[in-house]
């Protein structure tokens, strides 16, 4: 993308972020927001310059419409009335929709290619944006037939620019999928999390690492959602009534207590362990089987730097890890992943430097 021009509409997360990482590889990138502070916050952070009114100097080889589902039509069609680029694409985590959208308004779709970067994080905002957001993610690409081999190659470009995988798929089955992966385990994750809120302090004091995992997501703009789910409403609806028999005929059996209703729980756990272990692993590939070495790690500045020293010390490669912390307590247990044989190596070098290792 050296020496591209890019126009960003939408200073959000995924905005701000492509327009971050298309300057650290040589783009010209220019940003365009409804909300002032948002896009001086955008511009403040480097992503980018604001764009002046019209188009600078000629259209720009590509507009990234980083808006909701729902705008993306309207979005579109005024910023081809306005000859703001060459080509178009947009960021929306919905496909289908807009695109029907999209021709029903008469946009021309010659020169559009639907695109969702399936990157993100709980946070909103320009201030949550990272040049890296995209790294070794998959990126969608649901060109409409009428889409143009440039409109095309020029999305790729942008894609494989932020790091990231691109994958060309048709828009319905891009929604079929990302209800199942991602936006019906939003609603779960909100559901679990809704229990929470009559909880006692009894029960929240007792929260360990399982919730918190299962309801992190839980934590992100409702405003955002309640757009996306509404945009990919069937969808997503179809995966939400197959949880809710799964877990109704699971309370159904827990409430009858017999050991052959327990069997039949037991065979959703199995079945949940084996669509658990179908998610692609580290690169892509299938998931490994890795040694954890937990460390108590004491809440105080550097810590964890020296405990990373150690590891390449060791010349153990981090897999993965998380920290689960203590309540009440200024401590918290460090879970670092690594291949079987090297966990012996790394807990040994890490207990000679005094920290505290569980065998």
Not at 23 to 46: I, K, N, P, W, Y
Not at 191 to 211: K, N
Not at 307 to 333: K, M, T
Request: hydrophobic content about 50%; some cysteine; proline content about 7%.
């Amino acid at each position: 993308m050296t020496g591209r021009r890019i126009i960003v509409v939408g200073t959000g997360l995924i905005g701000t972020s492509i327009a971050l990482a298309m300057r650290e590889r040589g783009a010209e990138v220019l940003l365009t927001d409804r909300d002032a502070a948002a896009l001086s916050l955008a511009v403040e952070l480097g992503a980018g310059d604001p764009l002046p009114d019209g188009a600078p100097d000629g259209p720009a080889d590509l507009a990234v419409l980083a808006v909701p589902p729902a705008a993306v039509a309207v979005t579109l069609l005024d910023a081809q009335k306005r000859r703001l680029a060459a080509a178009y694409t947009d960021v929306a985590s919905v496909k289908a929709l807009p695109l029907a959208q999209a021709a029903d308004l008469g946009c021309d779709l010659s020169v559009f290619v639907a695109g969702h970067p399936l990157a993100g994080s709980e946070r909103s905002g320009p201030s949550a944006a990272r040049a890296d957001l995209f790294l070794g993610r998959p990126w969608a690409l649901c060109a409409p037939p009428e889409a143009t081999p440039d409109a095309v190659e020029i999305v790729t470009a942008l894609a494989r620019g932020c790091g990231a995988m691109p994958v060309a798929v048709d828009a319905a089955e891009h929604d079929r999928a990302v209800a199942l992966v991602s936006h019906a385990p939003h609603v779960v994750s909100a559901a679990v999390a809704a229990r929470l809120t009559g909880a006692d302090e009894v029960a929240l004091g007792l929260s360990g690492q399982g919730v918190r995992d299962v309801t992190r997501i839980a934590a992100s703009d409702p405003r955002l959602w309640i757009g996306i789910l509404s945009a990919n409403s069937a969808p997503v609806a179809d995966v939400l009534e197959a949880v809710a028999t799964d877990l109704a005929v699971a309370a159904s059996l827990l409430r009858d207590g017999s050991e052959e209703a327990a069997t039949h729980v037991a065979d959703l756990l199995l079945r949940g362990n084996a669509g658990q272990s179908r998610i692609p692993g580290k690169h892509g590939g299938v998931q490994s089987t890795y040694a954890t070495v937990q460390v108590v790690v004491p809440d105080r500045p550097g810590e964890l730097a020296m405990i990373f020293q150690a590891v390449g010390i060791a010349q153990v490669n981090i897999e993965d890890l998380r920290i689960e912390h203590s309540p009440g307590r200024p401590l918290g247990v460090l879970e670092i992943a690594v291949v079987p044989e090297e966990a012996e190596r790394l807990a040994a070098e890490l207990r000679a430097r005094g920290w505290s290792v569980p065998r």
